[in-house]
Structure formats: C-alpha cells, structure tokens
C-alpha cells in the first residue's frame, strides 16, 4: 500500500497547489489598474503638498518628474513608479560654459558655427556617439535612482540627427564619417544605460509612432500631443500663450494601432495631450480610451496638475476592442464607454450596448437613455463624449434574445469560440498546468488500483 499511499498524498499536494495557484493568479489579476483607469502623471515642476495628495488620493501609479523632484516618502511606501526625466539630445544652456570648459568634444554645431540650440534657445545639443558624454547622462541616472527614482524617462530620442530643424530645434551638423550613424550611437547608449542600471525605460516618440527598433530595449513609450496639440511657433509665446487644435485623425491612428501592440505585450504606452478647455479634456480623453493606454493631459509648460474631471475617471475595463460606426469611433466599457467624431461633420449613430444597461450620464452631468440595447448618440464636429454607467436594472425576458447586441449573441450561440478558450487558457496557464498535472496522477492512481485488483482476483 506504500505506493498508493505516496500517490494519494501526491494528488493531495497538486490539488492543493492547484487551488493556491489559482487564488494568485486571481489575486494578481485584481491589483492590476484596469484599463479605463490608467493615468500617468506627466508633471515637470517642484514637489509640494497638493501633487503629493492628489496622486494619493487617486491612486495614480506612474509619475514622470524632473530630476530635481523630491520624492514623498508616502509615494514610496504605495510603491509609486516615478521616472527621472533625462532628455538625451543635450543640457540646458547653463551648463554650456562649463561644457565648452571641460567637454567641448560633447558640442554640435550648426553650418554656421554656432552650438547648435533647441527649446527656444534654453538648451544645447551633444552629440550621443562621444563615450564621456553617454558616460555623464549614465552616472547622472546612476545618481537619480538612489535618490528614489524607480525608472528613466528619456526625451529628444531623434533617430535621425541631421532631419532636426523647425521652430524649436537648431539643425546640427553631425559628422557620421567620424562618428558613425547617429541612430547606432543612441542604441549603444540605450544598451549601456539598461544594463548598467537596471532601471526600467521609457522613451518620448513625439508625434511619431513607436520605433520597432527602441522598443526592444524600452518598457515603454510616451506619445505625445496624442491627439491634441498646440501651434507650434518660434516664439516662446507659442507655450507661454497656447493656441490649441487637433492632430490629423490619420496620424492619430497609425500611432495608436501600432502603440496598441506593445500595450498588448505589457508595455507601458503614455498618451499626453495638450489643452485647457472641457471640449479638449473630453475629445483627448475619449480618444486615449480606444486603446490600452495611460492618459494625461497637460499645458504646455507641464509645471502643474489641472483641475479636469477627466483625470479622475475610472471607465472599469474594456468589454472589447475599439468599434467603428460610420464617422464615429467607440468602446464599451463595463463602467461606461467612450466615443469619438474626429471628422468635421456633425454624425448620429445607434450602438448596442449591453441589454441590462438604462441609464449613463456624460462627465458634463447629462444623461443619456438606453432603449433595449441600443444608445443612440449625436456627436458635432471633432467631439469626444465620455459616459459613465449610472443606472443598470434585469433585462426583458420577452425580449432578452432580440435585443441583445450582437457580439453577446455570438457569445451565447452554442458554438465553441476558440479565440475566447485560447485567451482563457493563456490568462490561467499556471492553474491549467497544475490541474493537467492533477488528472495525470489520478489517472495513474485508478491504472494502479485496476492493476492490483487483477493481481489479487488472480490470486
């Protein structure tokens, strides 16, 4: 009876284990943000009190700060990732006496011989490719994450050097016979820089879409003016004194669909927007929650945290992908749902909605009635509308099948969806593996005890 015994209290173990590992992978699954939760605080000015309390008391997650920020002690209890912001192109022009002192082999310069100058003229470019240059923005990091900095937020990743130019950069004359590609230098420090920290990075795309090549090495990515902008000028005036406007709408989705893939993989994908008006918080917000990202919104000048109801929302998790109706743009939520017009018509839809939803209000108090399913909306030209779930009650029995939308009818058809068993699958592997593992040493129990039988009516 040895051998049964041991297998017995085997089974025992796999059940066991089985049950625990379950519990974990549910009780991971519940920390995680949901989707229609995810903000990440782009915030560029001094610590005080009142940024300390609001990410507390919302329960924000991710910062973005300057190196000079202090870091809360209560942040570092709540386990707050705060990147260090570095921006990789140069240093701001008060160090330039000391660089042209000790490092000018770090200077770029322009045809003209200037050093060439970016932000309006209050920073200087360097040149990545030079070993002590990479060497200062590496032990620079090294610095920032003793102070508490959990990760590094890099700004100005240009792949390619010689395209700068515009209102707020100098064109820079780069020496690649001397140097080599500007593009194998930044990968060279990016490489230096997460193996000789550890630290989980982040990198500015601007207005261009995630690079393949960075995002090998990068944790995740900042879109920025996504979707909404200001005009920019050479005048400082143009931050100072912002006109505001929107993105193409086309360059808006390259961006988000490939950003998407990486949210997928678990990448951390930051969408800031530029405004300062309802219309704008509303349009930026609903368009960020058509995709797996974390939101912000900000002036251009990021030295404070606006007073916008959108940046304390919680839309629940997605009930799926994006949809497309029309003009008009949308995604259900189990908390509500988003909607977008990036056209310049004004356009009406009707979306199915689930059958037990009544009653949503949009973020501006008004309240929006479901009919057995459906949701009829009007949206102007370039409108976001947000809605949140207020009301939910037992859908109608004579009715429940014909009104049900059409993605939860193919739910409830009795065919097998094999995307849904796959996806269940891979979210529960551990418990699956455990279970599998839990039926093979039954299985050798009852062939064993089948087996003894036939010995013993041998006998």
């Not at 990440?40 to 507390?56: F, Q, R």
């Not at 701001?92 to 011989?113: F, Q, S």
């Not at 739910?411 to 995307?419: C, E, F, G, T």
């Amino acid at each position: 009876m040895t051998r049964y015994t041991f297998l017995c209290i085997l089974l025992e173990v796999l059940i066991m284990l089985s049950s625990s590992l379950t519990i974990s992978s549910n009780s991971s699954k519940s920390n995680e943000i949901p989707v229609g939760r995810r903000y990440a605080v782009v915030y560029y000015g001094e610590s005080n009190d009142y940024v300390t309390k609001i990410v507390l008391e919302r329960n924000y997650t991710i910062v973005i700060a300057e190196p000079y920020f202090i870091i809360p002690k209560e942040w570092k209890k709540r386990g707050i990732q705060v990147y260090v912001y570095i921006d990789v192109l140069g240093l701001w022009i008060d160090k330039l006496d000391w660089v042209k002192k000790n490092h000018p082999e770090w200077l770029l310069y322009t045809r003209e011989g200037k050093v060439a100058k970016f932000w309006y003229g209050q920073a200087f470019m360097c040149n990545i490719a030079v070993k002590s240059y990479q060497d200062y923005l590496i032990n620079k990091a090294k610095e920032y994450l003793k102070r508490g900095f959990t990760g590094i937020f890099l700004d100005d990743i240009h792949l390619n050097i010689n395209e700068l130019g515009g209102p707020q950069y100098d064109t820079p004359v780069y020496n690649e016979t001397k140097y080599g590609k500007w593009i194998d230098a930044l990968i060279h420090f990016i490489i230096r820089l997460k193996n000789e920290t550890g630290a989980s990075l982040m990198y500015n795309a601007g207005w261009s879409p995630p690079s393949p090549i960075l995002m090998k090495y990068m944790d995740g990515v900042m879109l920025e003016a996504h979707p909404t902008t200001y005009v920019v000028t050479s005048d400082i005036e143009s931050i100072t004194k912002p006109k505001y406007c929107c993105r193409r709408w086309m360059d808006i989705m390259k961006a988000s669909l490939i950003a998407q893939e990486y949210a997928k993989e678990g990448k951390i994908i930051v969408a800031l927007s530029y405004g300062e008006s309802e219309d704008i918080y509303e349009f930026s917000y609903a368009t960020v929650r058509l995709f797996d990202f974390y939101y912000w919104v900000s002036k251009p000048i990021i030295d404070s945290i606006l007073n916008a109801s959108v940046l304390n929302l919680d839309l629940g998790n997605p009930l799926g992908e994006h949809k497309v109706d029309g003009f008009i743009y949308y995604r259900l939520y189990d908390k509500g749902m988003v909607a977008v017009n990036p056209s310049k018509k004004k356009y009406s839809v009707v979306i199915d909605v689930p059958n037990n939803w009544l009653e949503l209000k949009r973020i501006n108090g008004e309240i929006y009635k479901v009919n057995n399913g459906k949701l009829n909306i009007t949206l102007g030209p370039q409108e976001g509308l947000v809605l949140l779930l207020e009301k939910t009650g037992k859908p109608s029995k004579t009715n429940h099948e014909q009104t049900m939308p059409q993605d939860m009818q193919k739910q409830s058809h009795p065919s097998i969806n094999v995307r849904n068993i796959v996806r269940m699958l891979a979210n529960n592997a551990s418990s699956v593996f455990a279970i599998i593992i839990s039926i093979l040493a039954l299985t050798i129990i009852i062939l064993d005890y089948k087996k003894r039988q036939h010995t013993f009516s041998k006998q």
